[in-house]
């Protein structure tokens, strides 16, 4: 099997006693590349090393909506650009997250807009975060989309209109290990979204696939994801993780920014 993890927290400091055997871990178990996601200016700094010491890296630059507290346009729109013209392929993760109390939603609001704003500018895809904000997510999205924002919808447990609503605009969605549990059984969505629409993804540490549910999670266990992703599509795991990595190099234009080719 040849896969993509799209969307890995590899920065994270639970990583940092052994990273590196954790990157050789999903080579061997048949990742061809590992989107490094930067949730915050520090972290995507930070993956940018990364990806300059691991070539099977790739990395990404955004503010998270859990970070946007202290979003302040006038400095943080300026360092994201400097990183963003470094090598990411990507703006985020951004988003919205009303399932806490914090941040408000003002600044939760800007922060999104602001990085929707540079992704039309620049021609970037954003990858986005939506948890309990379905409604807002979608009206920022339609904007965006109009604005010829492409982009994807990580880590993806919502509702199958708004799916086809981001499908619609020629976005993404991405399933994480939570489709493995037992508690998911909306397989009509992991059914319906279009073969070319389609990713998978660790969203390592968090949300570790079962069999490894509870653990901390890494990229290597995608291909737990990727089986049961196939399985209620009806389609080889090897198939599916073909056409999903060829959507990740899509998405993210792996081509023009190939830093080992
Ligand atoms: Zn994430």
């Excluded at 520090?42 to 990806?51: P, S, V």
């Excluded at 360092?79 to 963003?84: F, K, R, V």
């Excluded at 799916?163 to 993404?172: D, N, P, T």
Aim: some cysteine; glycine content about 6%.
């Amino acid at each position: 099997m040849r896969f993509i993890d799209s969307h890995s927290h590899l920065a994270d400091a639970v990583f940092d006693e052994d990273r590196t055997n954790v990157i050789d871990r999903a080579a061997a178990a048949g990742a061809v590349a590992v989107v490094c996601i930067g949730a915050s200016l520090a972290d995507a700094a930070r993956a940018r090393e990364l990806a300059a010491q691991y070539p099977l890296l790739r990395w990404t630059a955004g503010i998270h909506p859990q970070e946007a507290a202290s979003f302040n346009a006038e400095t943080d729109i300026p360092a994201l650009e400097a990183l963003l013209v470094a090598g990411a392929v990507g703006i985020g993760e951004c988003g919205l997250d009303y399932h806490y109390d914090t941040p408000a939603r003002a600044p939760q609001h800007d922060a999104f807009e602001a990085q929707l704003a540079l992704a039309a500018e620049r021609s970037l895809p954003v990858i986005v975060h939506t948890r309990d904000a379905e409604a807002d997510t979608a009206i920022m999205i339609d904007r965006a989309a109009r604005d010829g924002v492409i982009g994807v919808l990580h880590c993806y447990t919502g509702s199958m209109a708004l799916a086809e609503r981001a499908v619609g605009y020629g976005w993404y969605i991405s399933f994480s290990g939570i489709i493995t549990f037992k508690t998911w059984t909306d397989v009509e969505l992991l059914r319906r979204v279009p073969d070319d629409r389609l990713l998978v993804e660790s969203d390592a540490p968090y949300l570790a696939p079962v069999p490894r549910r509870g653990k901390r999670n890494e990229p290597a266990w995608v291909v737990h994801t990727i089986e049961r992703l196939a399985d209620a599509r009806e389609v080889t795991p090897d198939a599916l993780a073909d056409s999903c990595r060829e959507n990740t190099e899509r998405l993210f234009g792996f081509a023009a920014h190939a830093p080992n080719s």
